[in-house]
């Protein structure tokens, strides 16, 4: 590789320092935002390097689109906000405009899919803070005449988004690091990474190494090829991403708002007193599966016309003078994106103190101060300050990293982004990669697959004769909604079936295996031999971690399940909390199925499979015992995430289907059924279990999450995150709790981010949803905010609604469960 001039010079003047505390790795929006916002929290003693110059990777192309409209996750719309008012206030501090032009932005809904979709997020929007307006057709074609609006049925306008430049971005922020004591030095690639201990302690280049405490990879669609020569997993991958300028346009000059229409494929803004169109088709490309190349700068692809024509003809449509207009340039540069669209952040779990945050799917710079704030404060506090369960780094697997993957997934992600985002719709390429031992067995039985981490996970189950298919996705009862109904009543007044195999399984074996675990369990696990405890693991502030049941096998031998989007956190906090204790972690997950038989028959269905003794006396609740099953040993364990008498069954993966057939067969004589994942959600929810990264997260006070019942304040020798429990109990009653809540008419779905009021006025929103069958109506959970005491007394003076795109429906809102709150029905 030949060096960059400018890194001689900054060599020559000695700018390479031995030592660090933080080295930032990359010059993009992400990068110096990175820095930025460590050295204004306070850590100054940072060096950024780049490669090249600043920008030279993938943000000296971006259309630099700013909007605050569109996303149900917390988490993303006050990043953006955040993003959007710090790019607004720099040029004060550093002198250097980012370009900010308050514009406005209107998002189009041109069938009624898209309309319901939009209403439901602009509610959750305003909630967040955001001035979005619903605007009729008149008043889009008002604010932007050239567009088509013959087919609109509504516009979505926030006065106050627009578009930044991302170059000028960039270099605000990174003058804003400089002024505070930042190193940034272009021309400086980094080669590798100095590790101990399982830890990084620095970078290499071709200049020397430099000692740090932290490294953080902003390396952007490098990322993934740097940090694999640490060993670190960053599934992310490059895909081609276009837009057209087209020559001057009679009309139009910089006061164009943004407007954006994905029916259309298409977005479009004022660009050198022409359109800039930019596109997202739904079947992408991927880009150089097999490597970034090292000397890629301020790069450009030859743009693929063929395969991009019909998209942009499409798109051109919406403002039919762009088809007349001169193209001054059709543009195609790279962009990573990942996996599940979220990007990939935080601490890496196969590195201590190896940062990462990149895979910005397209959104780096509408979002990238934010992410660089979230960094910053994870690495300086020792954890994030905001919701990360969606883009924590620890969500993804190795084998996401492999080749053939990224190039499949790949090709429906970018898509993604302009796609109408129905419930509950599964992610269709790279399919099939993991499959529960019993998974042919359940494609006979007709089973509906989604993709649950990458395993295919049984959703529901068509009746004999019906094809397991969606016929159309929709924000309605959609054609399987009978079958789940079915299955829902099947669990609550007989048995089912219920394949689990996905979830993460883990042998803690040691003498101290006990011991580790009571102290990051926020309950008593270490106690009777052959007990499951339903626990949390809290960090030091008090907040959760991991949700999940710990066994006691014996004295040395220890049972740990946890979710299977949790899988590498739970493994992650345990390892790291252990250290060098004699406590070994041991991922069991691929070795033993899980199925669930559950329901008020599930005794008699077990019972006549096992030569064991099941009755309440003999197996009560909580209690967890090895038994026969035909030529099989089976780890029977009496638990419920459904709120009915039921037992989890872990098999050998060899046994599976063994164990599972005599199920089955034996499951005849007492009306079994298959029952799928959509079961589980509106059982669980009827009982108001909770689902961590869905409806409890990072940032929730295990009090707050309604979990104090499963915290042992008491217990011996204390656990992680007791005084900060301690501390949050001294400073009085509640303010902020989770509740259930209800709607009284049983016609609407709730699904997410639906705006919860109180007399009026919104106090919270759903976190997640279902439909509770047995409860009549709509259920989710929602964390409510009451500025003052929330108890029973105050949720019942207050008349609660639900906000659901432009209806409000009355609801009721419980702190207990509404479904069998005594816990009479698990314990018969
Ligand atoms: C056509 C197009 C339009 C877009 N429009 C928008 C938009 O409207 N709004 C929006 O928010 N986003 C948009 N994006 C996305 C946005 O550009 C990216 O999300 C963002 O720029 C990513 O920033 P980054 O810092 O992660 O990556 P990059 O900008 O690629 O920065 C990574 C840096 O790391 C450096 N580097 C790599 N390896 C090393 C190494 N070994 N040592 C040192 N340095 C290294 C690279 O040189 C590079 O400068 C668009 C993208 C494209 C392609």
Redesign the pocket.
Same mark, same amino acid.
């Given at each position: 590789m030949t060096l960059p001039s400018v890194a001689e010079s900054d060599r020559a003047a000695g700018a390479l320092p031995g030592r660090a505390r933080v080295v930032v *790795?990359? /010059? /993009? *929006?992400?990068?110096t935002s990175v820095a930025y916002h460590l050295a204004h929290l306070g850590c100054r003693d940072v060096v950024l390097?780049? !490669?090249?110059k600043?920008?030279?990777?993938?943000?000296?192309? &971006? &259309?630099?689109?700013?909007v605050t409209f569109g996303s149900t996750s917390e988490t993303s719309t006050q990043m953006r906000k955040y993003t959007r008012d710090l790019y607004r206030r720099l040029e004060e501090e550093t002198g250097l405009a980012t370009g900010l032009k308050q514009v406005g932005f209107i998002e189009l809904a041109t069938d009624r899919d898209r309309l319901e979709e939009y209403r439901r997020v602009s509610a959750f929007n305003r909630l967040c803070g955001v001035d979005v307006q619903e605007i009729s057709p008149g008043e889009v074609k008002e604010l932007f005449p050239l567009a088509r609006t013959d087919d609109v049925l509504a516009g979505f306008y926030v006065q106050d988004d627009g !578009?930044a430049n991302?170059v000028d971005v960039t270099m605000s922020l990174a003058k804003g690091a400089r002024l505070q004591g930042v190193k940034v030095l272009e021309g *400086?690639? *980094?080669?590798g990474f100095l590790r101990r201990g399982g830890a990084v302690t620095g970078v290499r280049t071709p200049y020397g190494d430099i000692e740090s405490e932290y490294v953080v990879n902003?390396?952007?669609?490098?990322a993934r090829q740097?940090g694999a020569t640490a060993g670190v997993n960053i599934p992310l991958q490059a895909a081609e991403?276009?837009?057209l300028i087209t020559e001057p346009i009679d009309g139009i000059d910089g006061s164009l708002p943004v407007l954006e229409d994905p029916a259309s494929y298409g977005y479009f803004r004022e660009e050198g007193a022409g359109l800039m169109i930019?596109l997202f088709e739904p079947i992408c490309a991927p880009w150089r599966v097999e490597g970034i190349p090292e000397g890629f #700068?301020f790069g450009e692809l030859p743009p693929d016309w063929d395969r991009m024509a019909p998209y942009l003809e499409t798109a051109m449509e919406r403002v039919p003078i762009s088809l007349e207009a001169g193209v001054r340039k059709f543009?195609?540069?790279?962009? #990573?994106f990942t996996p599940d669209l979220q990007p990939v952040v935080g601490e890496a779990p196969e590195l201590r103190n190896y940062f990462v945050?990149?895979g910005?799917?397209?959104? /780096?710079?509408?979002?990238?101060g934010g992410i660089g704030r979230a960094l910053a404060h994870w690495i300086l506090d020792g954890r994030p300050n905001i919701d990360v369960t969606a883009m924590d780094i620890d969500r993804l697997h190795s084998y996401q990293s492999n080749p053939e993957y990224r190039a499949t997934r790949t090709v429906e992600s970018l898509g993604m982004v302009y796609q109408c985002h129905y419930p509950g719709r599964s992610m269709r390429t790279a399919r099939g990669a993991k499959v529960s031992p019993v998974h042919h067995r359940l494609v006979e039985h007709r089973a509906y697959f989604k993709d649950v981490s990458g395993w295919e996970g049984a959703d529901w189950y068509a009746p004999e004769g019906v094809e397991p298919k969606v016929e159309k996705l929709s924000w309605g009862r959609q054609n399987w909604f009978p079958y789940w109904e079915a299955e829902h009543h099947a669990t609550r007044t007989g048995v089912i079936l219920m394949d689990m195999s996905f979830m993460s399984k883990f042998l803690v074996q040691g003498r101290d295996a006990g011991r580790e675990l009571e102290r990051i369990s926020a309950n008593r696990v270490d106690g009777d031999t052959g007990i499951i405890t339903y626990t949390q693991w809290l960090n030091e502030g008090g907040t959760l971690e991991a949700d999940l049941t710990v066994t006691k096998l014996d004295d040395k031998r220890f049972w740990v399940v946890a979710s299977d989007s949790a899988h590498r956190h739970a493994e992650t906090w345990m390892r790291r909390h252990f250290a060098d204790a004699h406590a070994f972690v041991t991922d069991v997950t691929s070795a033993y199925a899980q199925i669930n038989i559950q329901g008020p028959r599930s005794r008699e269905l077990v019972t006549s499979v096992t030569t064991q003794d099941l009755s309440n006396e003999a197996f009560p609740f909580r209690t967890a015992r090895e038994i026969d099953v035909g030529f099989a040993r089976v780890l029977c364990i009496r638990i419920t995430y459904l709120g009915e008498l039921g037992y989890e069954l872990y098999i050998p993966a060899e046994q599976a289907v063994h164990v599972y057939d005599r199920l089955v067969e034996a499951g005849h004589a007492v009306g079994l059924r298959h029952a799928g994942l959509k079961a589980l959600s509106s059982l669980r929810m009827e009982k108001g279990y909770r689902d961590y990264g869905h409806d409890i997260d990072n940032t929730d006070s295990v009090l707050e999450a309604g979990l104090g019942f499963a915290v042992a304040l008491g217990k011996p020798g204390g656990f992680i995150g007791r005084d900060a429990v301690l501390a949050k109990k001294a400073v009085g009653p509640l303010t902020r709790r989770l509740v259930q809540v209800l709607l009284t008419d049983p016609e609407p779905l709730m699904f997410h981010a639906e705006v919860v009021r109180r007399n009026g006025l919104p106090v919270g929103y759903v976190r997640t949803a279902s439909y509770g069958f047995s409860l009549g109506g709509a259920v989710g959970l929602a964390m409510v905010d009451a500025g003052q005491p929330l108890d029973q007394a105050w949720i019942d003076d207050g008349e609660w609604t639900v906000e659901i795109g432009a209806t409000t429906y009355p609801a009721a809102v419980s702190l207990r469960p509404l479904y069998d709150p005594t816990n009479e029905r698990i314990r018969m």
């Amino acid at each position: 590789m030949t060096l960059p001039s400018v890194a001689e010079s900054d060599r020559a003047a000695g700018a390479l320092p031995g030592r660090a505390r933080v080295v930032v *790795v990359g /010059g /993009g *929006v992400i990068g110096t935002s990175v820095a930025y916002h460590l050295a204004h929290l306070g850590c100054r003693d940072v060096v950024l390097l780049e !490669r090249d110059k600043l920008t030279s990777g993938t943000t000296w192309h &971006a &259309a630099g689109l700013m909007v605050t409209f569109g996303s149900t996750s917390e988490t993303s719309t006050q990043m953006r906000k955040y993003t959007r008012d710090l790019y607004r206030r720099l040029e004060e501090e550093t002198g250097l405009a980012t370009g900010l032009k308050q514009v406005g932005f209107i998002e189009l809904a041109t069938d009624r899919d898209r309309l319901e979709e939009y209403r439901r997020v602009s509610a959750f929007n305003r909630l967040c803070g955001v001035d979005v307006q619903e605007i009729s057709p008149g008043e889009v074609k008002e604010l932007f005449p050239l567009a088509r609006t013959d087919d609109v049925l509504a516009g979505f306008y926030v006065q106050d988004d627009g !578009r930044a430049n991302p170059v000028d971005v960039t270099m605000s922020l990174a003058k804003g690091a400089r002024l505070q004591g930042v190193k940034v030095l272009e021309g *400086v690639p *980094v080669t590798g990474f100095l590790r101990r201990g399982g830890a990084v302690t620095g970078v290499r280049t071709p200049y020397g190494d430099i000692e740090s405490e932290y490294v953080v990879n902003c390396a952007g669609m490098w990322a993934r090829q740097l940090g694999a020569t640490a060993g670190v997993n960053i599934p992310l991958q490059a895909a081609e991403h276009y837009y057209l300028i087209t020559e001057p346009i009679d009309g139009i000059d910089g006061s164009l708002p943004v407007l954006e229409d994905p029916a259309s494929y298409g977005y479009f803004r004022e660009e050198g007193a022409g359109l800039m169109i930019g596109l997202f088709e739904p079947i992408c490309a991927p880009w150089r599966v097999e490597g970034i190349p090292e000397g890629f #700068s301020f790069g450009e692809l030859p743009p693929d016309w063929d395969r991009m024509a019909p998209y942009l003809e499409t798109a051109m449509e919406r403002v039919p003078i762009s088809l007349e207009a001169g193209v001054r340039k059709f543009f195609c540069g790279p962009e #990573s994106f990942t996996p599940d669209l979220q990007p990939v952040v935080g601490e890496a779990p196969e590195l201590r103190n190896y940062f990462v945050a990149a895979g910005l799917n397209s959104i /780096g710079i509408l979002t990238g101060g934010g992410i660089g704030r979230a960094l910053a404060h994870w690495i300086l506090d020792g954890r994030p300050n905001i919701d990360v369960t969606a883009m924590d780094i620890d969500r993804l697997h190795s084998y996401q990293s492999n080749p053939e993957y990224r190039a499949t997934r790949t090709v429906e992600s970018l898509g993604m982004v302009y796609q109408c985002h129905y419930p509950g719709r599964s992610m269709r390429t790279a399919r099939g990669a993991k499959v529960s031992p019993v998974h042919h067995r359940l494609v006979e039985h007709r089973a509906y697959f989604k993709d649950v981490s990458g395993w295919e996970g049984a959703d529901w189950y068509a009746p004999e004769g019906v094809e397991p298919k969606v016929e159309k996705l929709s924000w309605g009862r959609q054609n399987w909604f009978p079958y789940w109904e079915a299955e829902h009543h099947a669990t609550r007044t007989g048995v089912i079936l219920m394949d689990m195999s996905f979830m993460s399984k883990f042998l803690v074996q040691g003498r101290d295996a006990g011991r580790e675990l009571e102290r990051i369990s926020a309950n008593r696990v270490d106690g009777d031999t052959g007990i499951i405890t339903y626990t949390q693991w809290l960090n030091e502030g008090g907040t959760l971690e991991a949700d999940l049941t710990v066994t006691k096998l014996d004295d040395k031998r220890f049972w740990v399940v946890a979710s299977d989007s949790a899988h590498r956190h739970a493994e992650t906090w345990m390892r790291r909390h252990f250290a060098d204790a004699h406590a070994f972690v041991t991922d069991v997950t691929s070795a033993y199925a899980q199925i669930n038989i559950q329901g008020p028959r599930s005794r008699e269905l077990v019972t006549s499979v096992t030569t064991q003794d099941l009755s309440n006396e003999a197996f009560p609740f909580r209690t967890a015992r090895e038994i026969d099953v035909g030529f099989a040993r089976v780890l029977c364990i009496r638990i419920t995430y459904l709120g009915e008498l039921g037992y989890e069954l872990y098999i050998p993966a060899e046994q599976a289907v063994h164990v599972y057939d005599r199920l089955v067969e034996a499951g005849h004589a007492v009306g079994l059924r298959h029952a799928g994942l959509k079961a589980l959600s509106s059982l669980r929810m009827e009982k108001g279990y909770r689902d961590y990264g869905h409806d409890i997260d990072n940032t929730d006070s295990v009090l707050e999450a309604g979990l104090g019942f499963a915290v042992a304040l008491g217990k011996p020798g204390g656990f992680i995150g007791r005084d900060a429990v301690l501390a949050k109990k001294a400073v009085g009653p509640l303010t902020r709790r989770l509740v259930q809540v209800l709607l009284t008419d049983p016609e609407p779905l709730m699904f997410h981010a639906e705006v919860v009021r109180r007399n009026g006025l919104p106090v919270g929103y759903v976190r997640t949803a279902s439909y509770g069958f047995s409860l009549g109506g709509a259920v989710g959970l929602a964390m409510v905010d009451a500025g003052q005491p929330l108890d029973q007394a105050w949720i019942d003076d207050g008349e609660w609604t639900v906000e659901i795109g432009a209806t409000t429906y009355p609801a009721a809102v419980s702190l207990r469960p509404l479904y069998d709150p005594t816990n009479e029905r698990i314990r018969m």
